[in-house]
């Protein structure tokens, strides 16, 4: 890795059974195998066992694993995008669990979104998003990527069945977080980041 590759964590939010996150993770990170300024690490939250332990002072020889290998991963990125489904007009807790254990990781980071559902497509879960990481001194990029019935949307191949208007949404996303993963790298290593 070079000095100019930035470190881009993707946060796959869903655990559930039968989820459709992994469809829409592989491609998203197809998309970001076309660009050469990025390294990946895609973070599934479907093998952080984190479970529903509520963050404490004291916590668990388990979560104390869990956090040793989740917490660097986290440290050591850039900037973030998120994917995340809509459930009952929010996002899943797994995504607020890993997120709560946490707070200096995103400092003055850059997170994105990728959303898949319903109607809405995973909007709803992403202005709910965009609350918490605010108050974890990100910033968040305005576009996204979201699938609406998203399960309609992709063929048997994993693909989007008309790529055209994912490809274009997956490309600004991604020249938006890099921007502001540069300009944010860039100011904390003139001045740190104070919170």
Excluded: C
């Amino acid at each position: 890795m070079s000095d100019s590759t930035l470190r881009l964590a993707v946060i796959l939010g869903s655990n559930r059974e039968g989820r459709f996150g992994p469809t829409v993770a592989d491609w998203f990170v197809g998309r970001t195998e076309e660009r050469q300024d990025l390294e990946v690490d895609l973070i599934d939250l479907a093998e952080v066992e984190l479970g529903s332990a509520a963050p404490t002072m004291n916590p668990s020889p388990e979560v104390l694993s869990v956090l040793k290998d989740l917490t660097p991963r986290l440290e050591a990125a850039d900037a973030f995008v998120v994917i995340t489904p809509e459930y009952n007009h929010s996002y899943p807790a797994v995504l607020k669990t890993a997120i709560d254990w946490h707070n200096q990781q995103f400092h003055a980071k850059p997170v994105a979104f990728v959303s898949y559902g319903g109607l809405s497509g995973g909007l709803r879960a992403v202005e709910h998003l965009r609350v918490v990481f605010a108050e974890l001194h990100a910033v968040t990029t305005r576009d996204t990527v979201s699938f609406h019935t998203a399960w309609e949307q992709f063929g048997p191949d994993g693909l989007p069945k008309d790529p055209t208007g994912p490809n274009a949404a997956a490309k600004t996303l991604l020249d938006q977080v890099t921007w502001w993963a540069r300009a944010l790298k860039d100011a904390k290593a003139k001045s740190p980041y104070g919170s």
